[in-house]
């Protein structure tokens, strides 16, 4: 994937005067800061992109925390993210998600808007479980309003009931959550000359005409949350 895409935040290099970049980087911001407030110990930030949200929890809670590996698929973002957001806590390491990492060693585990990623969901939250000492944490998030229409990056639509009921069914016990809502326009959106929106799927009336549940989901969450995109933010604790 390029380091400029639909599914990259680059702070340093969005146009944050464009209102829709701006509320972008906020939330994203956001979701670390959260989890910055249950780090403990060894961090792994999985899926950590270019590095900016590990920067943050490792600047936000230096004093709780002992390491960050950062780990993330692309080449290309873990060398940005060396040379941009270098710490002495944190270690940036080119990894598979549902591979990396040694049984029971981390005490926290931050994966943000991963897991609609990820061809086997259920399997990514058992792989992070094991990961996890008996007492660690997980703080996670997903789009819980319809995403897989106009991102043609995201495999999975969730609501907050079925996410909720994922974590649960494979060994995690949820604490605290946060709801994030951005409004949108479809038309604004793309109309924007920004690189990130170029990702955004062009044909949604085609796609519609081949994946009419899809559209069936856009138009349930249209007329119950209103032109938003809602996320999902969950601290959890191992079973």
């Known amino acids: 994937m390029a380091l400029h895409s639909l599914e990259r935040i680059i702070p340093d290099e969005m146009d944050l005067s464009q209102k829709w970049s701006a509320e972008t980087v906020q939330l994203h911001m956001e979701r670390y800061q959260f989890a910055s407030s249950f780090l403990k110990g060894d961090i792994l930030d999985m899926a950590c992109g270019t590095g900016y949200g ?3 929890l490792a600047t936000e809670a230096e004093k709780k925390v002992g390491s960050i590996t950062a ?8 060398r940005y993210a060396q040379q941009r957001y270098a710490h002495p806590l944190i270690s940036f390491v080119e990894a598979d998600a549902m591979t990396f990492g040694e049984k029971n060693f981390y005490d926290t585990v931050v994966s943000l ?10 399997a990514f939250l058992k792989h992070l479980n094991n990961l996890l000492r008996a007492d660690g944490k997980l703080i996670c998030s997903v789009p819980v309003t319809p995403s897989v ?10 609501t907050e009931k079925s996410f909720e009921q994922l974590l649960w069914a494979n060994g995690f016990i949820i604490q ?3 709801i994030q809502v951005q409004p949108f326009s479809l038309f604004s ?5 920004e690189k990130r929106s170029e990702g955004l799927r062009q044909n949604l009336i085609g796609y519609y005409s081949t994946h009419p549940g899809s559209l069936i989901k856009r138009i349930y969450s249209t007329l119950r949350f209103g032109f938003t995109n809602r996320y999902l933010v969950l601290q959890c604790v191992k079973k």
């Open 54 to 56: 590990a920067y943050v």
């Open 71 to 78: 780990v993330d698929i692309d080449g290309t973002a873990i």
């Open 113 to 122: 808007e991963t897991i609609e990623h990820l061809p086997d969901p259920p």
């Open 149 to 158: 229409d106009a991102n043609p990056y995201h495999l999975h639509d969730f």
């Open 176 to 178: 605290q959550k946060m």
């Open 189 to 193: 959106i793309r109309k924007k000359k």
